[in-house]
């Protein structure tokens, strides 16, 4: 079963890993057509069988997929999913949720992203702290930074924007900059004229990881290359130490909100659901 409907609230980090199967069971049990070998819809229908995307009112509005090593009918293969975005309007819940295949040496074989649309009344949990790279996120980080002297005596004689930046499915991004003076930010905004100094760039799911992983390694993911930068190079490179103290804001508020949320209602331990 899948973290969607197993737990009677959806939120930004929660977790569902499946058990591991054989290709050809899954799809010989689903009742489904094997594509053929290496068939780029193969992955995708495994995927879909092994976390039970079939929601109750829910619907599938759109797929971004990416073939590392296509899975074939004798791999065994399980799949892991994490939410990475939950955006609620008037009528209508979207959901994004990250999912992987990955075989049993631990390798990721294909991922991809899934945006869901639920229906009205659907229960979920939307937070400013969980809302990465939105003015809310980065005005709730705004006042602690803004004690914390390692922060602004980094950027004491500095003057320009950060931008950062959160991909997400179906070609969407949230973005923010961070108009900064002496070590002090004194503006936030989604944009601002000329643009920001540089902008880190990560998908989702980096930023989930990083933000809700057990270890602060964001040092360890920018030198594996997992953020990328635009704008003045030199600058990003020269500010990682801020950057880094920002990461430790953001981490500590949205582990903070989720503890508090844990406390109040009835989710699976540690967010994980596994089937």
């Known amino acids: 079963m899948s973290v969607l409907t197993q737990q009677q609230r959806v939120a930004v980090g ?16 689903s009742g489904a057509t094997f594509p ?33 090593s296509a899975v074939e009918a004798d791999d065994v ?15 209508t819940v979207e959901v994004d949720r990250h999912l992987r295949l990955i075989d049993e040496n631990g390798s990721v074989r294909e991922q991809g ?5 639920l229906p009205e009344g ?11 790279c939105t003015v809310a996120w980065a005005e709730l980080l705004r006042e602690a930074l803004a004690d914390d002297r390692n922060f602004t005596s980094s950027l004491a004689t ?3 924007t950060i931008g950062l930046c959160c991909l997400d499915g179906s070609g969407h991004s949230r973005e923010v900059h961070l108009r900064i003076y002496r070590g002090r930010i004194i503006d936030i ?30 040092m360890r993911r920018a030198i594996r290359g997992e ?22 804001h953001a981490r500590a508020a949205a582990n903070d909100r989720r503890c508090a949320q844990n406390d109040t209602s009835p989710l699976t331990g540690g967010r994980e659901a596994r089937s």
């Open 227 to 248: 953020f990328s930068s635009a704008g003045d190079g030199y600058e990003y490179l020269r500010l990682t130490k801020p950057l880094d103290i920002l990461v430790t």
């Open 77 to 91: 293969v399980r799949a892991e999913s994490v939410i990475t975005r939950v955006q609620r309007s008037e009528d």
């Open 189 to 218: 905004s989604r944009r601002v004229p000329g643009g920001a100094t540089f902008t880190l760039r990560a998908p989702a799911s980096t930023w989930v990881d990083l933000i809700f992983g057990e270890h602060h390694d964001f």
């Open 113 to 117: 992203v899934e945006t869901w649309r």
């Open 36 to 68: 053929g070998s290496g068939a780029s819809l193969t992955g995708v229908v495994i995927a879909g069988v092994l976390d039970a995307s079939n929601l109750d009112g829910a619907a599938r509005t759109g797929l971004q997929w990416n073939t590392v």
């Open 122 to 132: 659907s229960a979920v949990g939307t937070d400013p702290a969980t809302d990465f």
């Open 158 to 160: 500095w003057d320009g």
């Open 14 to 29: 929660d977790r569902a890993v499946s058990a591991e199967r054989r290709v050809s069971d899954v799809i010989a049990a």
